[in-house]
């Protein structure tokens, strides 16, 4: 009983004090607006009267539009292009759960002693619709992006006019910028986009046989060019497969490799100097030595060494190329060879009836003796008691001495480059093919052109196959770039 007395005036003076600043809490408090006193929204101080005053200061504040950039190119993003909007009421409700118990109490208080409650913030919280920005973002990459450009062929197929390269928005990662940006105000809403870089793409070989077509359109008459990379498998075939032309000397390649396959040894002697003749020759001589081989073949009958031939490329899958009698043989032919290609009803460069091929098949004859040499390939995996790498490196040693170095495919080469080769003749249809060690590795590549039943001029044809041998050359040269 005398504590309640002697606690008595104290409970007094309390009562007087809340009755005297009572009203005015409640003059203060009014006038704290929506959000609690000393709470902030997104570190900045925004208040009113109402809900809708403050979402529309905040409007106001994150409604400017976000300059973009795209390296030095500007592009305003407007908010509502993507759906972006202040998530303001949630908040506003998060500011008022802030202030639940008794801090507007304590804020009435400290404001009354002139101090300023502790500072609280609400995050900023934003949404957008990604959907709308990610096609925003693809209608600026489909307006300013480059894509590199690869080297392409001059229009009048005289060289390679240069690539160049690219820049490309990467979309994903420049989100994040974007939506930095929309957080900001005033002269803050600024965001660079992610450019990157793409460098000059290699040329494809799609782009070397578009080359190599406006090429051989100049051409009057039939053309066939086959090209293909030891190292990638890829190829470009024009007409190569499916057409058959003379075999003229080309053919004397597969003479001299069914030679390798009777020897025990590296040829020796006669034998050699016939085969290093039948290179060498730039008369009729070559033809004499070849039928020489024929003869050694058949065992004294060029005629059976001919089939022998044949049964060789028949063995390795070629079925276009035959030989079924001497050079210069001047007899009815021994049969008539029905192939795929001389079949052919869309193209006739009327072909020797003795000797054909087709420009890819004499091709894949040298790429044979090339992966040979190497320890691997298909002449070897048909014949490894045959053939060794030994006598492949002995052979395109011989066809290394063929003397046209300044002519047909060596020349539209750089001097110096290693390659072998062997050519042929005839009134109305030329031929060459060679292996090629080039930048990017070994290719093949075979041309054959025909002016059936009429001279081929010589200028003309040496005009395209130089042409044809320099694209091909730097095709390759540019894909090492």
């Known amino acids: 009983m005398k504590s309640i007395v002697r606690s008595l005036p104290y409970v007094v003076v309390l009562a007087l004090l809340i009755g005297l600043l009572y009203p005015r809490y409640q003059v203060w408090a009014r006038g704290q607006g929506v959000i609690p006193p000393g709470i902030t929204l997104a570190g900045m101080h925004i208040n009113g009267k109402t809900l809708a005053e403050v979402e529309s200061q905040i409007q106001d504040l994150f409604d400017d539009p976000v300059a973009v950039y795209y390296d030095d190119q500007r592009i305003l993003l407007r908010p509502e292009e ?23 109490t304590r804020a009435f208080l400290l404001y ?67 939506i930095s940006a929309l957080k900001q105000i005033g002269d803050r809403r600024v965001a660079h986009l992610v450019v990157e870089e793409r460098p000059i793409p290699k040329p494809s070989f799609k782009e070397l046989e578009n080359a190599l077509r406006l090429r051989t359109d100049e051409f009057p008459g039939i053309s066939s060019v086959f090209v293909r990379s030891l190292s990638t ?27 390798y396959g009777d020897l025990d040894t590296l040829p020796s002697g006669e034998l050699r100097a016939w085969m290093t ?45 035959f030989i079924i009698a001497p050079y210069d043989w001047r007899k ?3 049969e008539v060879v029905r192939t795929p290609a001389n079949q052919n009803p ?69 001097k110096g480059t290693r390659y072998v080769h062997k050519h042929g003749y005839a ?18 590549i075979s041309v054959f052109l025909s002016t059936p039943n009429e001279w081929l001029v010589w200028e003309t044809s040496n005009h395209t196959f130089m042409d044809i041998s320099r694209l091909t050359w730097e095709f390759f040269e540019l894909r090492t770039r």
């Open 82 to 104: 993507i759906g972006f909007r202040v998530k303001t009421r949630v908040m506003v409700g998060q500011a008022r759960e802030m202030a639940n118990g008794l801090y507007m």
């Open 112 to 178: 009354l002693l002139g101090r300023a409650p502790t500072p609280r913030d609400v995050p900023l919280l934003i949404e957008w619709d990604p959907v709308r920005l990610d096609a925003w973002l693809a209608d600026v990459a489909a307006r300013y992006d480059r894509p590199p450009r690869p080297p392409t062929v001059r229009p009048d197929a005289t060289g390679w006019l240069p690539g160049a390269p690219g820049r490309v928005l990467n979309k994903e990662a420049s989100v994040p910028a974007i």
């Open 233 to 259: 498998g890829e190829e470009v075939d024009i007409d190569a497969s499916d057409v058959a032309y003379s075999g003229m000397s080309t053919m004397k390649i597969p003479i001299m490799l069914a030679v």
């Open 277 to 321: 003749e039948t290179v060498t020759s730039t008369t009729g001589a070559g033809n004499y030595t070849a039928n020489r081989l024929l003869k050694f073949l058949g065992k004294g009958d060029p005629l059976a060494g001919a089939r022998r031939v044949t049964r060789l490329l028949r063995s390795l899958g070629l079925q276009n190329s």
């Open 332 to 334: 009815a032919p021994p």
């Open 346 to 414: 869309k193209y006739n460069t009327y072909p020797d009836p003795l000797v054909q091929t087709t420009p890819k098949e004499i091709a894949l004859v040298m790429q044979m003796v090339v992966e040979c040499a190497q320890g691997k390939g298909a002449l070897l995996a048909a014949y490894p008691d045959r053939f060794t790498p030994e006598e492949c490196q002995d052979l395109l040693g011989i066809l290394g001495k063929n003397p046209v170095t300044d002519a047909l495919i060596p020349g539209g080469m750089p």
């Open 427 to 444: 009134p109305d249809t030329h031929g060459d093919v060679a292996a090629v060690w080039g930048p990017e590795g070994v290719y093949v």
